[in-house]
Every structure is written in structure tokens, then in C-alpha cells.
């Protein structure tokens, strides 16, 4: 089963650029697709992006499309997520997450792992 350990998250002013990472540990990261969620104070968990195994295809949240980029790196074991033009509302716990298809529903049985989370504040 693959470990997920997200970084990069931090403090940043609105309009600004942050870039997460997660890193999985095992063989067979390259087998599984790769998403990206995010938690809210008294929110619940909501999809961010995702990207199949071999990165052929990406899916965005209406509210990140543009501003948001998904990528992997699959000889480094790693998903990255950069985010541009961030606003007040981006801030939450971004997680990660592996399935072996592409999943967007949070609440889905088809997670094989999860992150620990990464905090990202944006201020006004």
C-alpha cells in the first residue's frame, strides 16, 4: 500500500503562488491516479484535481480551473499541485490522495491511501 506525505503548504497573501508536493512511498506509484482535496474549518472535504496513472488526463473544481495545475513526476514518486492568483477562500487542509481509478468524491471507498494534510492559509 502506498504512504502519502504532503508539504509545501504555508502562508501566502492573495494573488500569490504556492506549489504542494506529495510523496508516496513504494514501487507502485506509477499505478495509481492521484488527487488532490482540500478541508475548510466547518467545511467538508472537497475535490480540488486529480490525474490518472500516467498523466494523460487531468480534472480541476470549477473553482480552481485556471488558476490551479496538477502534475506528477512518477520517477520521483511525487504529485505536485501548483496554485496561482490564490484567493481568501483557497485557505484550508490540502490532502492527497491515490486510487486506482480516478475518484473525486471524497467520500469514496476507492482510496487506497491518504495524506496527512498540508495547511494552506490565504489572507486578504
Known amino acids: 500500500q502506498v504512504q502519502l506525505v504532503e508539504s509545501g503548504g504555508g502562508l501566502m497573501q492573495a494573488g500569490g503562488s504556492l506549489s504542494l508536493s506529495c510523496a508516496a512511498s513504494g514501487r507502485t506509484f506509477s499505478s495509481y491516479a492521484m488527487s488532490w482535496f482540500r478541508q475548510a474549518p466547518g467545511k467538508e472535504r472537497e475535490f480540488v484535481a486529480a490525474?490518472?496513472?500516467?498523466?494523460?488526463?487531468?480534472y480541476y473544481a470549477d473553482s480552481v480551473k485556471g488558476r490551479f495545475t496538477i502534475s506528477r513526476d512518477n520517477a520521483k514518486n511525487t504529485v505536485y499541485l501548483q496554485m496561482t492568483s490564490l484567493k481568501p477562500e483557497d485557505t484550508a487542509v490540502y490532502y492527497c490522495a491515490a486510487s486506482r481509478v480516478v475518484v473525486t468524491t471524497p467520500q469514496s471507498g476507492l482510496f487506497a491511501s491518504w495524506g496527512q494534510g498540508t495547511q494552506v492559509t490565504v489572507s486578504s
Open positions: 490525474i490518472s496513472w500516467i498523466g494523460a488526463g487531468t
